[in-house]
């Protein structure tokens, strides 16, 4: 499998950003890491390896970003108007500079988004942000209105980066045809009791993974309070075009 390590100093952040690609061809899919997460949890968590033959097939090309979560709206000492505005940087990094380094690798238009937990909002909101761009988002167990991270503030930075925000009010014919033209997959989880931390999913090459890896066309993903939640499988949800 080709992986890639890639790191550069991003002018829409003013920071080093650092992120891992899995894959060589394929639909390209943009991974969001959960809350505060860092770009190789991915690969830590199993993900890839349960992707593994559809990566190595080249149907599918894994881009896995990095968070700025604990410098934006996780930050909860700053105001939220600069959190805000640091999220807002984020996208325009993702943007205008991880978007580009995709299409000078992969020259396949079909753009995925995906994630879990906070990556889920990430995904969502850059997917309805941007739907010219991106023809898929995968956005399971997310927060999609970020204005209770904000104590009831907000301004242009916190409306226009808040999907039930900014799709509520979207009016542009354009914006609008392109929205139509996507297809979103979003999921809520139902926990159930388990003890165990592992599953395994025929579906997926058998493979196994803990917290995030599948097991017969779900993941679990393991809590310290419900033990067990069970999502549909990104894995087979990302290969259904």
Same mark, same amino acid.
């Given at each position: ?5 890639? $790191? ?11 992120? *891992?690609? @899995?894959? !060589? ?19 830590? %968590?199993?993900? +890839?390896?349960?992707? $593994? ?7 599918? &090309? /894994? ?15 700053? !105001? =939220?108007?600069? $959190?805000?505005?640091?999220?807002? &940087?984020?996208?325009?990094? *993702? ?8 299409? &000078? ?16 909002? !990430? ?14 988002? *995968? ?20 409306? @226009?980066?808040?999907?039930?925000? @900014? ?5 542009? =014919?354009?914006? /609008?045809?392109? /929205?139509?033209? &996507? ?41 310290? %309070?419900?033990?067990?939640?069970? @999502?549909?499988? +990104?894995? *087979? ?5």
């Amino acid at each position: 499998m080709n992986r890639e390590y890639h $790191r550069w100093y991003s002018p829409s952040l003013n920071r080093h950003m650092d992120l *891992l690609i @899995f894959g !060589h061809a394929g639909a390209r899919a943009l991974v969001f890491p959960t809350s505060m997460g860092k770009f190789y949890e991915w690969e830590d %968590r199993g993900m +890839i390896n349960a992707l $593994r033959e559809p990566i190595e097939k080249g149907w599918l &090309q /894994l881009y896995c970003v990095d968070s700025v979560d604990t410098e934006s709206w996780y930050c909860w000492w700053a !105001h =939220p108007g600069g $959190r805000a505005y640091r999220h807002h &940087q984020y996208f325009e990094y *993702l943007h205008n500079e991880v978007l580009p380094l995709m299409n &000078q690798k992969n020259s396949n238009p079909y753009l995925i988004t995906a994630g879990m937990s906070f990556g889920a909002f !990430h995904a969502m909101s850059f997917g309805l942000k941007y739907p010219h761009r991106v023809d898929r988002i *995968l956005a399971i167990a997310g927060l999609y209105d970020i204005r209770r991270f904000t104590g009831g503030y907000s301004d242009d930075y916190v409306y @226009f980066n808040n999907p039930m925000q @900014f799709i509520a009010g979207e009016n542009d =014919p354009g914006r /609008l045809a392109a /929205l139509q033209h &996507q297809r979103s997959s979003s999921r809520w989880a139902t926990p159930i009791r388990s003890s165990s931390t592992r599953a395994i999913c025929p579906g997926c090459s058998g493979a196994k993974a803990s917290v995030m890896g599948c097991g017969n066309g779900t993941v679990g993903v393991t809590t310290g %309070r419900t033990g067990t939640a069970w @999502f549909p499988c +990104i894995c *087979l949800a990302m290969l259904k075009r």
